[in-house]
Each structure stands twice: as C-alpha cells, then as structure tokens.
C-alpha cells in the first residue's frame, strides 16, 4: 500500500462521515421508514394531521402549548439532525442560528412586516449565515468544525446582548404575537405551527429519501472519496449547512410567537445541549427521530419545571446514558424491538452476515 | 517448538482470508513466508499480534495458547512484532523510538542503558542522531529504527513484516545481514516477505497462495531449484 | 522508457492502434522527499490495461493522478487530449472517468440499487428542486437510473436482491457492487484498484464477465487494473505495464512481460534473479 | 496598564492550564473534553468545604488535588474508555453531558453563590512603585501556572510522556510494539483532572468562583488549547497569556461585555487561518 493509498483510505475515518459512528447504528432506518405501502401511511398521516388539527377545539391551553413546543423542537431538530446524522458534520450553531429565526422575526414583526412573510425571510438569512458559519467545513475535520461552529455560534448570541437598540440586549424583547381573526393567540400559533412542521416533515422525508439525500448519505460515509462519483462533496456540505439553517431559523421564528418574550440567554448552551439530546434520543439519521427526540425533551422540560439543577442533571445523564447505551437513538430501539418480532430472516441483523465498516475493514484500515 | 500455528482460519469481517494456515517456527530458526500480495501474509501477521481474532485453530507460543490476548500483552510475552510500513512515530525522536521497544516489558534504567547500547552497536548509523526527529531518516535508516526498537523490546521471536518494503536492493541486502547477525545473538526471526531475497538468509521457507499453505522447502533448496519462480510468477 | 517502443508482438491487437483514452507524460510525484513516481510515461487505449509491479511501485499513486486526487508535481496527465491536472475529482468524473478504492467503499444502509444509484451523478439533468416537487421529467429521470443500476447488477450476477442493504452482502459482492456504482456514469475510463483482492473464484468470475460484457458494448472505453492477481491480469489484459519504483519498466502481454528478466528481478530481488 | 497586563498574565495562567489539561487528554485519549472545568470546579468546592470545616490550608490543597485525579481516573474508566470505539464524536458529547451535569450537581449540593478559597496570603499585596501594587495571589497564580507549563513539558520528554505522544501519532501501531493505552490514557485523565482541580482552585484564592465559572472557563482553555493546534504544549500555553492579556485589555479599555466575544472571534479566526495552531512552523523541538 502506497502512501497517497493511505490518506485516501483514512480520510473518510478521519473525516466527518465515520466520526458520527453511532449514526451508522441507524443503518436501515431510511429504507425501513421509506419504504412500504405508501397508501397507508398517507392515510396514517392525513388522520394524524386531522386529530392534531382538532386539538385546540378540545384540549385546554396548556396542552397547546406544549404541543406547540414539541412540534417547533422536532422541526428544529428535522434541521439539527439533517447536518449532524445525514450529512456528518459536527455543526454546533444550531441554537444560535434558532435565535437569528427568532430575533430576526421578532425583530422585523416590530417593524411592521407581516409574521407570516418573516418565516422564510428569516429562513433565508440564516441560511446564508450558516453556509458563512459551515465553510470551516473546507478545511476542519471533526472536532475542529465542531469548536469553531460553536466559537461562532456563541458569538452570534454575544452579538444580540450587544445590539442593545435593536434586540433590547440582555434584558429581551417582547413579541407581537400573530392572531388570525376571531380566534385566540396561542390557538393562531398552533395552527401556523402545525403546518410548518406538516410541510417541513413532508418536504424533507421527500428529499432525503430520494436522490439529495442518497447523495448527502454518500458524503458523509465516503467522505472525499464521493469526489469520484461526480458529486462535489464541498457543495454538498455547505447545503446541508444552509438547510438546517435555514430550519434552524424557521423554527426559531416559531419558537418567539410561542414564547412572546425573547431574551439572548435562552440560546446558549442550556438550548444546545437539549438539541442534541433531542437529535440523539430520536436517533441521529434517522426520520422520525426528531418527533420522537423532541417530544422526549418536552416531556424532561414539563416534568423537571421548577427543579433548575434536576432539570440540568436530568439532561446532562440522559444525554450521556443514550449515548453509552443506545447509540441509534429510541427509534432504533423500537426498530430492534419490531424487526426481532416480525422480521424476516433477511432484514435481521445476523452476526453471521458481514457488516462492513465494523471489525473487518477497521482493522484493516488500523494497521 | 517456539511457534505453532495450526490450521489457522480468519478474516475480515465475514471474508475468510486465511483458509486454514499451519506453520511451526523452532527456537534459532530464521523463517520466512513467501507469496506474492493478496496471498494472506499481512492477515497471518496480524493474526498473530492479535489485530485479527483467530477464527478456529490454533496458535501457541513458548507452549502457551495465545488465545484472545490482546497485541500489548503479546508484546510482553516476547512476540514482537515490525509493522507493516515500518510504524515508526514522526513526531518523536529516533533515541524516543528505539525507547519505545521498553514499553512492553518495563526495563530499569541500566538494563535499559545496556540494551540501547547493544542495538547502537548493530546500527551503528543511528547512534549519531538520536536526538533528531525521526522523520528526517531515509527510508532505510527508519528500518533500522523499527528493527532497533523491536529488539529493545527483548523479543523471543520477532515477526518481521516486508523488510524490503519500498528499500533499495542494497539497502535490503544490508538489512538482512543485520537479520544473520541477530540469529547468531539468539533471537528467532519470522519474516514475511514479497522478495525472495529473504530466501539467502532463512533457514526454512513456506510459500502461501489464496490463503493456504502451498509448500515448504528448505530455503537452500528452494532457491537451487526452480519451482520458485514457477510457484510465484504465474 | 517511451512507450511506443517497448512491448513485443502487440500489433496483432486492434486496440494497440487506438488514439489513447488517457496518456501519462512524464508524470513525477514525491511525497516529503520520497519520490514515489518517477516520469511515468504510459498511453492507456481502449481495453483493459494491467498495471502491475511490486508492493510500493506507485501503482496506487498513478490512479490518484489521473482521478484527481494528488497533484503530480511534474508531468502531465491527459484524457482525451485534455489534460486534467489541476482538476477537482468531481471533475474529473463529469468527464469520464470512474474509479473504485481497495477496501470497498459503499453506504451501508442503503440498498445495493441505491448504492449503484449514487455513481449516476453524471447522467442527471434535473436539479434537486424539480425533484423536491416531484416534477414529472425528474421522476423519469430517477426510475432510469434505478432500472439501470438494476441491469447493472444483473450484469454482474448480483441481480438476485437488489434492494438488500449493502452491508448485507459478502465483502466480495461489495467490492462488485462498487465496480457497478462506477459503470452508472458511462465512464470512458474505468480505474480499478485491487478489485480481485479478497474476491473468491466464484467473484473473480462474476466480476471478469460482468467487465467484458460492459467492454463488449462499449468499444471506446478503457479499464485500467492495478491487481496483484497475475493470474487475473494474464485472463483479462491483452497489455500490462510492471511498474518499479515509480517508474515504467516494462510494457506489453502479459504472459511476455512477466517473462522478461527485468520484472521477475524487480519481483523476486536482485540477488536471487541473478543468482538462478 | 502594569496591573492590566499583570491581571493578564493572571487569568492567562488559568487559560493556559486549561488548556494545557484539555490538550494532554486529547493527546493520550483522543478526547476534546468539554467537562475540564467542572472536573476543577468539583474539586474545588470539595477542597472549600473541607477548609470550612476546620482542616489545615495545605491537607485542604491536598485533598483538592487528589479529588480532581480521581475525578479524572474514574471518568475515564466509567464512561470514556467503553466508548473510544466509536469516535470522536460521542465521546465530546458525553463531555458536553457530563459538564452539564457535573454542574448541576455542584449546584445542588453547595448551591449557586460564588465562593472562594481563601489561601493564608489571600488580600495581601505588594507594592511595585508609582502607587501600583500586585496581590500576592496574582504572582501565585502567575507562578504556578509556569510551573505546571515546565512540569508538563518534562512529562512529555519522559518515557510515558514519550508513549503518550506515540499514541497520538498512531494508536493502533503503539499497541502493536507493546504500549498500553488503556492505562495511558488513565493517566492522562488523571492529570488532566489534577491540572483542572489546580486552575479552579488558583482561580478560587485570587477570586470568587461559582457554577459559572465554568462556562466561559472552559471556552477559554479550549481557545488556548486552539491556538496550539491541540497538540503544542508551548503554543497552548502562550496563547493563554496571550489570551488573558488581550481580554484584559478589552475588559478595561473598551468594555467587559466584549470580552467573550473577542475570545471566541480568537478561536474563529486562528481556526480558519491557522488549523494547526499558531506555533505550527516555527521550528522547534515541541511535543
């Protein structure tokens, strides 16, 4: 083996693609949530879409509210989860790139643009924020992206205590909150809601599954090596940037119409560290993982409300007994669970059937 | 018999390379394996320093089954191993390295200062420049460095993988002279090898196709006949 | 060494006429002083060419040169008659040329269809967009490629379960999965790094006649095989060039070249070659 | 200016043994540890309660000390050594965890208000002339942060320190000629958790210390940490004097609200322009 073999044969293990390793633990989840009869699932989701339409006609306030939390988290996490678990790079901007979608409405909204026009106007911007924040991605590799990603984000949130007459610095800002006519505030925001995480679950499932999302799969477990399929692995990964930015955004534009008071605080890492909870507890790669990661999170946040340090401890351990013990994430739990009742020989995962990328070709790329 | 190695299967993952592989190496002895790349010599070696699990057979040294234990506590027994690619540290410097060959058996100070002296002597070339990076040796002289090192480590039997990887002719024919001397000091040498050179120094020669064994000669006679070349460049 | 002068009895092949799919001029390339190319002259035509020679030549070297992936620090490097040095490996690849990696490469979690799927970057004229909205031409698009890739694993003998996971498949399978994801892009040359290592007698077959059966319809393409496999070149290659250190020092049939002093001496060392 | 640039130099050491702490974990372990501070910051508090509750100054020095090795050793033999198989990637989350919790509970356990550790030369100062005067825990701090900066660096030209750097080059053909990882990098934890217990508690006998403390500690060390690439021991340690220098400046020329963010733009740009570390290049004998 020849030197130039040797770099070309590392760096994808080097790389971003195998440093996210217990994202390959979710092998299998897009073919096993893609696939299938599509008739029923649509069915599944139109019902699923009705009752959630229905809630707020039924269910008290504080039900709504917390629906509503969960579905802005699962859309931001869509995003989180579509840099760290489909495309493999360590970006950790994620919330500051949330508070630019919330500020960045809240902000415009004061100014008279209608809320609904600021959703993907505040999308668009952080989008290109976070393209500008992802190009380390050039030149970084794992941890490095991962540092300067959050060098940067904290620093963004840094800058919104410091525009002061803009931002209200430190102290926050109120929201106008949006109403459509003749019914309530937070029922208004649910529906928005609603349909935002509707569409960007749509939209992103489509994606991911087809072509954009093979090929985003491709650069993040070839790494360098996708060159020479034709694929330029720097545009690929500065659109995975720019897309879950651009969710990241979405979501926070949400997230301040629920809230109604934003203050710079509640986007350092106290926010981080639960999206990567929720990205992990769903099972990073996977599709449905950020529902599941961010109904979790909501769950830890409602039971652990008035506990502050509990709250903290709470989140610090099952951060890091999911990644001890579940590196696939919940989803991957109730996929093992399923598959070992009603699989069939050939989707189980026999010792006996080789898995690459495991011992055998680690080994020989160790030595 | 210091090394045994009885049908011996592994592989990568669910690939079987080595389809059952026996091979003895007794105390003194110079062995070498010969075969062509892709014949499964590089998975026999890291069979033996614990890299590849053993699928089924059976390997003992110095009558102990070595089991499942793992590379560093086969280092310790006496199993040294030069890695492929020579594995030397470029960051460290050369007196650094050959130091490194300590780190298997926890020598004191002057018994350490004893065997640093006894390598130099082999490799005289080295001994000026042990406070240089490593990385400023020729290819050659990092041979001699991973060679060095493996034997501060005091081994009993030293697996020696391509010797002649990427060397000049020379430089391998110096190489294998140090690889003469060593038998004369007592250390039993494993050597697998493309070249056939090897042949001019070892005692006993094993040539492996597709992961078996093919055949055993004495080296002397190997190299007097002519199913050498008929075995390995066809 | 020039390469219009070496290599015996190799007009009786039609291909030997051919204008070459890819020529090294000169190509030298050092890494931190050590020269691991030395001005590799060598003309690829249409067929399979076997590039051959000892551990550390720079066999490897030469096929990162052409795809794009090392820089050669002389020479140049030309497909076509263009050359392509300085050119990203995505480049490289729009303009034709495909390569496999020693230890198979592939997404584990998709489908082996899938997997081949990737390598048809080339073949897309719809942008993700119109994908996106489900636009009638670019799910046109996406169904030929997948009956493609399909076809493509039929070639290979791999036919049989197309939408298991790639990590499912024996590390031989993979390897051939890989070769197929390489064909997707219609490639006019086709660069192929140990892909018999591993394989067993029942792969080997499966990946010879998946090769010539492609070859067979395609005239005008080229597959460069760098294999430690003699007995494979010997089958395959009607030419093969023995690389040592970095430089060409033989080119022609295999069965004459591995004949020829100078590549049993640069195999077997120089002592024990002079010797006999 | 003489006391900006001595307060520089002062929270400078403590970036720089940050730094320094995170480096040799990340050298022997392969880990970015993002819990360093609070390892120092557990440490701490249980050497505070132990001074409040009558023990001598150096037993209470001691303990501390012995808290953040053991601190180190078991985290290491806990959670990170199981998880080494997996990458780099869930083992810097379970530090991100683990800070957060490792917080949390000193929260819990001695709550939220600063505190300090009050050293027998804690408030006294030394005047240097033209009405300027040093705390005694300033040179402290100063002092020992050299002292650490030298320690290490010997380590690193021991035989362990020697195994240590072989394993950052290459693991795999470490454990092949016989060096034991496992129990390297059980001594890189450990010293890493000694090297944090004493930032914290040089920061605590200068200062007030508290649960956040931490936060922007850590980001601190990791930018020290990041002006050597992560692997210069020389380049680590300047760069946090650099640092602290240059935030002290910020602090007292243009505001204290500015001087996170001026550190953080630091880690942008050397990351950007320099990846290596700024030290990278310039010839000398580094580990």
């Not at chain 1, 026999?350 to 680690?362: D, L, N």
């Not at chain 3, 092949?13 to 931190?32: I, L, N």
């Amino acid at each position: 083996m020849s030197d130039s073999t040797e770099v070309l044969a590392s760096a994808p293990t080097t790389g971003p693609a195998a440093v996210a390793a217990g994202i390959r633990a979710n092998a299998g989840a897009a073919d096993d949530g893609g696939r299938g009869p599509g008739l029923r699932k649509g069915i599944v989701a139109i019902v699923a879409l009705v009752v959630l339409f229905a809630v707020p006609f039924v269910a008290n306030s504080y039900l709504v509210f917390v629906l509503s939390l969960t579905l802005v988290y699962a859309i931001s996490t869509v995003g989180f989860n579509l840099l760290i678990g489909w495309s493999g790079q360590i970006g950790l901007a994620h919330a500051a790139l949330f508070a630019i979608g919330a500020y960045g409405s809240a902000v415009t909204v004061e100014h008279g643009i209608p809320f609904l026009v600021t959703i993907p106007l505040a999308g668009v911007a952080a989008a290109l924020l976070a393209v500008i924040i992802g190009f380390p991605a050039v030149r970084l590799k794992g941890f490095f992206l991962a540092i300067a990603t959050l060098a940067l984000g904290m620093a963004i949130v840094e800058l919104l205590v410091f525009a002061r007459p803009i931002t209200g610095g430190g102290a926050g800002m109120n929201v106008d909150v949006w109403t459509l006519p003749s019914i309530t505030g937070s029922a208004s925001t649910y529906f928005v809601i609603l349909v935002v995480a509707a569409l960007t679950f749509f939209l992103t499932r489509r994606a991911l599954l087809g072509r954009f999302g093979r090929t985003l799969q491709a650069v993040r477990d070839l790494g360098p090596l996708t060159g020479s399929l034709g694929v330029s692995v720097l545009r690929y990964r500065l659109v995975a940037f720019g897309l879950s930015g651009f969710i990241a955004a979405v979501a926070g534009t949400l997230y301040s119409q629920l809230q109604t008071f934003i203050f710079p605080a509640m986007f350092h890492m106290n926010l981080l560290v639960p999206m990567l909870v929720m990205v992990f507890v769903g099972g990073a790669g996977s599709l449905w993982g950020p529902l599941v990661g961010a109904a979790f999170a909501v769950v830890i946040i409602e039971f652990f409300q008035d506990l502050g340090d509990q709250q903290a401890i709470a989140y610090g351990v099952v951060l890091m007994v999911v990644i001890a013990l579940l590196p696939g994430g919940l989803t991957s739990l109730f996929r093992t669970v399923r598959d070992s009742r009603f699989g069939t020989a050939l989707q189980r995962r026999k010792p006996a059937t080789p898995v690459p990328g495991t011992q055998g070709t680690a080994a020989k790329e160790d030595a | 018999m210091l090394l045994e190695i009885e049908d011996a299967r592994t592989g990568y993952g669910g690939l079987e390379v080595l389809h059952g592989v026996s091979l003895t190496v007794d105390e003194g002895e110079i062995v070498t394996v010969l075969g062509p790349n892709g014949t499964g010599k590089t998975s026999l070696m890291r069979l033996l320093s614990g890299v590849l699990p053993l699928w089924s057979g059976r390997i003992t040294f110095d009558g102990k089954d070595l089991g499942k234990a793992p590379p560093n506590k086969r280092a310790g027994l006496g199993l040294c191993q030069l890695p492929e690619g020579r594995g030397i540290f470029q960051t460290l410097t050369v007196g650094e390295n050959l130091d490194l060959g300590l780190a298997a058996r926890r020598a004191s100070g002057s018994a350490a200062k004893a065997d640093r002296d006894r390598v130099l002597g082999l490799f005289p070339e080295l001994a000026g420049r042990l406070d240089q990076s490593a990385s400023s040796l020729s290819g050659g002289q990092q041979q001699m460095l991973a060679l060095g090192r493996a034997l501060m480590s005091q081994p009993r039997l030293l697996l020696i993988d391509e010797l002649s990887f990427g060397l000049a002719p020379r430089v391998v024919r110096d190489l294998f002279d140090v690889a003469r001397e060593l038998r004369e000091q007592g250390v039993t040498l494993l050597i697998v090898e493309q070249q056939a050179a090897a042949l001019r120094v070892s005692d006993r020669t094993y040539i492996l196709r597709g992961g078996r064994n093919e055949l055993t000669r004495n080296s002397d006679e190997l190299l007097a006949s002519d199913e050498l070349v008929s075995s390995y460049l066809r | 060494m020039s390469t219009e002068t070496v290599g015996a009895g190799d007009t009786a092949t039609p291909s030997r006429e051919a204008t070459p799919v890819v020529e090294f001029d000169g190509v030298g390339k050092s890494f931190g002083g050590n020269s691991v190319l030395e001005g590799v002259n060598l003309a690829v035509r249409p067929g399979f060419t076997g590039l051959i020679g000892p551990n550390g030549a720079g066999k490897t070297t030469c096929l990162n040169v052409v795809s794009g992936y090392l820089r050669p620090d002389a020479g140049d490097v030309r497909l076509g008659g263009q050359s392509v040095i300085g050119l990203r490996p995505d480049k490289v690849a729009q303009l034709g040329v495909s390569r496999t990696f020693q230890t198979p490469r592939l997404i584990p979690n998709l489908s082996a269809v899938e997997n081949v799927m990737v390598g048809g970057g080339r073949h897309h004229r719809h942008g993700h967009i119109a994908e996106l909205f489900g636009v009638p031409a670019a799910r046109r698009d996406e169904k030929t490629q997948r009956a493609r890739a399909r076809e493509l694993l039929a070639v290979f003998g791999l036919g049989e379960h197309p939408d298991r996971a790639a990590n499912q498949f024996p590390i031989g399978s993979q390897k051939i999965i890989e070769v197929a994801r390489g064909l997707l892009n219609d490639p006019t040359l086709l660069l192929l790094d140990e892909p018999a290592a591993g394989l067993g007698a029942e792969d080997v077959d499966r990946l010879v006649d998946g090769l010539n059966g492609w070859l067979g319809e395609r005239p005008g393409a080229a597959v460069m095989i760098i294999e430690h496999d003699l007995e494979l070149i010997t089958r395959l290659c009607p030419t093969a060039a023995v690389l040592h250190f970095g430089r060409i020092i033989q080119n022609g049939p295999p069965k004459d070249v591995l004949r020829d002093p100078v590549v049993v001496e640069a195999y077997l060392g120089a002592d024990v070659a002079a010797g006999d | 200016m003489l006391q900006t640039i001595v307060s520089g130099l002062e929270s400078g050491s403590w970036f720089a043994l940050l730094g320094l702490a995170i480096v040799v974990v990340m050298k022997a372990a392969d880990v970015p540890n993002f819990a360093m501070a609070e390892m120092g910051l557990v440490a701490t508090y249980v050497g505070i309660s132990l001074a409040a509750a009558g023990l001598p100054f150096w037993i209470t020095v001691l303990a501390t000390l012995v808290v953040g090795i053991a601190l180190g050793v078991l985290i290491d033999a806990a959670l990170m050594r199981r998880l080494s198989k997996y990458g780099h990637f869930p083992l810097l989350l379970m530090t991100i965890g683990l800070s957060l919790a490792l917080n949390a509970v000193v929260g819990l356990l001695w709550g939220h208000a600063p505190r300090s550790f009050p050293a027998p030369w804690s408030g006294v100062s030394v005047g240097v002339g033209g009405g300027v005067s040093i705390g005694v825990s300033q040179i402290v701090s100063i002092v020992v942060g050299l002292l650490g900066a030298v320690a290490i660096t010997m380590f690193f030209r021991s035989s362990t320190g020697s195994q240590m750097r072989a394993v950052a080059e290459n693991r795999a053909t470490a454990r092949l000629i016989g060096v034991n990882a496992g129990r390297l990098s059980a001594i890189a934890w450990g010293i890493g958790g000694l090297i944090a217990a004493v930032t914290v508690m040089l920061q605590a006998q200068s200062s007030l210390v508290s649960t956040i403390t931490p936060t922007s500690l850590i980001i601190y060390g990791f930018v020290a940490a990041t002006m050597g690439g992560f692997t210069s021991l020389i380049g680590t340690f300047v760069g946090g004097l650099i640092l602290g220098v240059i935030q002290q400046f910020v602090g007292t020329y243009m505001s204290t609200a500015a001087q996170f963010s001026v550190a953080l733009l630091v880690v942008f740009l050397v990351l950007i322009l320099r990846p290596d570390g700024f030290t990278k290049g310039v010839r000398l004998r580094d580990v």
